[in-house]
C-alpha cells in the first residue's frame, strides 16, 4: 500500500513538473499576427473568416453520431445469441433496445429532431 501511494506521489509530481515547464517553454508571442490571419493566396480575406455554423445542424450530426455508435453495439449480440443463456439474451437485448427508444422519444420531446 505505502508503495503505490509513493508511485502515486512520484507521477503527480512528474507530471506536475512537465506542465509547467511546457507553459515555460511554449509562450504565444503576441507578434504572430499573420499566422493568426487567415490565408486567400497572399491577399486579405473579403469576408469574415469565421461563419456562423448551424446549431441545429450540429445536434443532428451529434444525435446521428450517438445511435449509430449504439447500433455498432448491437451487432455483435447477434454473435453471442448462440452462446448466451436465451433469456439473458433477451433481456438484455430488450433493454437495450428500450434506452435506445426512451433517448430517441426524449429527444424528439426536446425538439432536437425539428428543423425548423
Known amino acids: 500500500m505505502f508503495i503505490l501511494m509513493m508511485i502515486s506521489i512520484i507521477i503527480f509530481i512528474i507530471t506536475t513538473m512537465l506542465m509547467m515547464i511546457n507553459n515555460l517553454i511554449s509562450f504565444k508571442s503576441i507578434l504572430d499576427r499573420e499566422k493568426n490571419s487567415p490565408f486567400e493566396c497572399g491577399f486579405d480575406p473579403e ?30 449480440l447477434v454473435l453471442t445469441m448462440k452462446h448466451a443463456n436465451p433469456f439473458m439474451f433477451i433481456l438484455i437485448s430488450f433493454l437495450f433496445i428500450l434506452i435506445l427508444i426512451m433517448g430517441l422519444f426524449h429527444e424528439w420531446k426536446q425538439g432536437a429532431l425539428n428543423w425548423a
Open 47 to 76: 469576408s469574415s473568416p469565421r461563419i456562423p455554423f448551424s446549431l441545429q445542424f450540429f445536434l443532428i450530426g451529434m444525435i446521428f453520431l450517438i445511435f449509430d455508435i449504439e447500433i455498432a453495439l448491437i451487432l455483435p
